[in-house]
């Protein structure tokens, strides 16, 4: 993969929409602060070491960031050094080992905490919160049945265009006059082709393959019974399309019934929509090896389990600890779903993704194994998310 930057002269009109649609008044602000009289219950329901693994290296990706570095929240500015400090005595009082109640009693009482404004369509606040997870596939280096399906590292046609202006990053390949153009679609890729050469490994069912796209990363079990972890390395930089809305807007199953379960029993039992159903979604993922371990987040740093969470960047900030209120599934004896129950837990917001975008939407990592998939794979709950900052700014800038 190549990598070139380009500066877009089309931002000057990007701007220009974004100004009006602001001006117009109908989305909610993204973050509000809290209130005395709003104040939320920060009772952590997780165990404490898996809080402190998530705040170290939430630390970590800080002291990485540029010292010149500034955070808006709402209407206030942050230096990254004062983002660090709060990060840093939140990770002093958990080696103080305080009970769920305590920590929530001095959290409360020395952070400033904002609201993620939620989803336009629902009340101020709420947000969907859905889940990933890293599934583990059989795989094998080279090509034989039923090992058929390829996953790809990035082609040496996929170009990573650099936004001199804002920094962004986007995917794109020339075309026979060299002009940059978006790069093929899933479709193209898989039909014509257009990534042969770059096979990485192959697993044994297309599903399973695409269900990998979306998660991000996972590990494989390799015929010789080694395994090896594969993780996001590029994409092809179009649109992300959900298989689950479009089964939902074709009546074949219903909004209550879509999970990654539903989705894929539906297309065991209809092999012959499986191409034009995964089609559906343009956006296609190259891979990477990766060392042994935590799959990594769009910050750099390994995931926790129940504490990472992915959010849109470009909205939420990810410099930050947070709190998060929804539900969590409970499993019988086999393996099923019996019932859903609270969860609230401080988290960090240390991934992104393409269908996670605006303030309304947060996506919980929950690891590996059956419950992981289960959760991950059901998961579509309301709540709400809270971000918190250390008080006591203005004194320190004193």
């Not at 103080?96 to 939620?118: C, F, H, K, V």
């Not at 296609?284 to 060392?291: M, N, V």
Request: glycine share 8%.
């Amino acid at each position: 993969m190549q990598k070139i930057r380009f500066s877009f002269l089309g931002n000057y009109l990007l701007i220009f929409s974004l100004l009006l649609i602001l001006a117009a008044g109908c989305a909610k602000p993204p973050l509000s602060k809290v209130t005395a009289d709003n104040q939320v219950t920060l009772t952590d329901d997780l165990q404490p070491d898996t809080l402190l693994t998530a705040a170290v290296r939430h630390l970590h990706y800080l002291d990485n960031l540029p010292d010149n570095s500034t955070f808006t929240l709402q209407s206030d500015t942050y230096p990254i050094s004062w983002l660090r400090e709060s990060i840093q005595s939140f990770i002093d009082i958990l080696k103080q080992d305080p009970d769920s109640d305590e920590l929530a009693r001095i959290i409360a009482e020395n952070y400033t905490i904002y609201q993620a404004g939620g989803r336009d369509d629902a009340p101020v606040g709420e947000m969907l919160f859905t889940g990933y997870y890293e599934p583990f596939l059989q795989g094998s280096l080279t090509r034989n049945e039923p090992f058929i399906y390829p996953l790809y590292t990035a082609p040496p046609s996929l170009l990573e265009v650099k936004d001199s202006q804002s920094g962004k990053t986007s995917f794109m390949r020339r075309d026979s006059n060299n002009h940059l153009t978006p790069y093929w679609t899933r479709k193209e890729i898989e039909e014509k082709g257009y990534a042969r050469g770059s096979e990485m490994v192959y697993l044994n069912n297309p599903v399973d393959a695409f269900i990998l796209h979306v998660q991000g990363s996972g590990k494989i079990q390799l015929r010789d019974g080694s395994i090896r972890s594969i993780h996001y390395a590029a994409s092809n930089g179009l649109e992300y399309f959900s298989i689950g809305k479009l089964l939902v807007d074709q009546g074949k199953i219903t909004l209550e019934e879509a999970s990654i379960p539903t989705i894929r029993a539906y297309l065991t039992a209809h092999p012959e929509e499986q191409k034009v159903i995964l089609h559906h979604n343009i956006k296609f993922i190259f891979f990477r090896w990766a060392a042994p371990g935590d799959p990594v987040g769009s910050i750099g740093e390994p995931l926790v389990a129940g504490r990472s969470i992915a959010i849109d960047p470009d909205v939420l900030p990810q410099q930050t600890l947070a709190f998060l209120v929804s539900r969590k599934p409970v499993l019988d004896t086999d393996g099923n779903i019996i019932k859903w129950v609270a969860m609230q837990r401080f988290v960090f917001p240390q991934d992104s993704g393409s269908a996670i975008k605006g303030s309304g939407r947060a996506d919980m990592f929950w690891g590996s194994g059956n419950y992981a998939k289960l959760a991950a794979g059901s998961m579509k709950e309301k709540g709400s998310l809270y971000f918190l900052v250390k008080n006591n700014f203005e004194k320190h800038k004193e």
